[in-house]
């Protein structure tokens, strides 16, 4: 989902990851920045199990923020991409999406009407998967 959350947003997807987490669901996100990704990383890690969280990092872990760097320590499925560490974010991120759609069977976003980045790949995928979208705007 989205990086601009605001703190409310991010405790309502926090809460959501933590009870998905404890409902026995494995949770997938990518990392990067503030926002969704972090927001759903610390409420899947509070829930006590992170054998049920899996991170897919759009590039290398040291190319993630410092804060997201020292939260995945306590991620136990951690997915690097460092041969995406040439290309820009935005398309690393792209890629990142694309391939975290192919391993999972329902998708939930939180995101803005104009986020292509984060919009687009689910048009493919929305044969193949489930896909609850939360529009923030």
Do not use: W
């Not at 990518?30 to 990092?57: F, H, K, Q, Y």
């Amino acid at each position: 989902g989205t990086s601009e959350l605001n703190k409310n947003q991010q405790q309502v997807v926090e809460m959501l990851s933590y009870a998905l987490i404890l409902s026995g669901n494995h949770v997938y996100t990518s990392g990067g920045g503030d926002g969704t990704n972090i927001a759903v990383i610390r409420g899947a890690l509070r829930a006590g199990n992170p054998d049920l969280l899996t991170v897919m990092l759009p590039q290398s872990l040291d190319r993630q923020p410092g804060s997201m760097q020292i939260l995945l320590k306590d991620v136990h499925n951690l997915l690097e991409q460092p041969e995406n560490d040439g290309l820009g974010l935005r398309e690393a991120a792209q890629l990142c999406n694309y391939r975290l759609m192919s391993m999972v069977d329902k998708v939930i976003v939180f995101v803005y009407h104009d986020s292509a980045t984060i919009l687009n790949p689910l048009e493919e995928f929305e044969e193949v998967v489930e896909v609850v979208r939360f529009f923030l705007d």
